[in-house]
């Protein structure tokens, strides 16, 4: 009897967190494509992927130029859920390159940690080498770690407010509901091909 109440504690909990966020819950559906298209999946994709860069460009004007130079670029729309002591999050992106065709990607997070949450963000990573976009395409980038928006890029002595530096010729934003982020989190956190997408 106590282990039924504790379950169903437990499940009103995550119930009625996700009714308090149903646009992350909607997030969640949309990122494991329900029963839509391959076509539709894209289109979703691309989409949330044009909103997330207006978003960017309306809080940082500068990072459309910081973009427009780059090789490429990629977006990623962040679904993270956070149960008692696991928690881990979901999401799905799109690498965008001149005269190439998309390349769709998935995400994947683990993180340690006690409490019950939810947490939605958008990662917006600019590619400043071909070599860089390719080592993050191919090679099952892992973001293993947590740093600062301190180290900001520049260029020609002009500093591009609010990029970090995360890998040598990648730089990255990251967007929450709150802004753009002073400190960049991604613990633990793979970028990797979804497979059923680029066929």
């Known amino acids: 009897m106590k282990i039924n109440t504790l379950t169903q504690t437990i499940f009103a909990l995550i119930l009625g967190t996700f009714c308090l966020h149903g646009t992350a819950f909607g997030q969640l559906s949309s990122f494991f494509g329900g029963d839509k298209t391959v076509a539709q999946q894209r289109d979703d994709i691309l989409k949330a992927s044009n909103d997330t860069l207006k978003a960017l460009y309306q809080i940082q004007p500068k990072a459309?130029?910081?973009?427009?130079?780059?090789?490429?670029?990629?977006?990623?729309?962040?679904?993270?859920?956070?149960?008692?002591?696991?928690?881990?999050?979901?999401?799905?992106?799109?690498?965008?390159?001149?005269?190439?065709?998309?390349?769709?990607?998935?995400?994947?997070?683990?993180?340690?940690?006690?409490?019950?949450?939810?947490?939605?963000?958008?990662?917006?990573?600019?590619?400043?080498?071909?070599?860089?976009?390719?080592?993050?395409?191919?090679?099952?980038?892992?973001?293993?770690?947590?740093?600062?928006?301190?180290?900001?890029?520049?260029?020609?002595?002009?500093?591009?407010?609010?990029?970090?530096?995360?890998?040598?010729?990648?730089?990255?934003?990251?967007l929450t509901d709150s802004g753009l982020a002073a400190e960049i989190t991604g613990k633990g956190t793979k970028y990797y091909k979804n497979t059923d997408l680029n066929k």
């Open 64 to 174: 459309k130029e910081l973009i427009d130079k780059s090789f490429g670029y990629a977006t990623f729309s962040n679904f993270g859920m956070k149960i008692l002591i696991a928690g881990g999050g979901t999401g799905s992106g799109v690498v965008i390159q001149k005269d190439a065709k998309p390349i769709y990607m998935n995400m994947a997070e683990v993180q340690a940690g006690l409490g019950i949450g939810i947490k939605s963000f958008q990662n917006i990573f600019v590619f400043q080498t071909k070599g860089a976009l390719n080592d993050f395409v191919n090679s099952g980038w892992t973001f293993g770690g947590q740093m600062t928006a301190a180290a900001k890029y520049e260029s020609d002595g002009g500093a591009y407010q609010d990029a970090t530096v995360v890998a040598p010729g990648v730089l990255m934003y990251q």
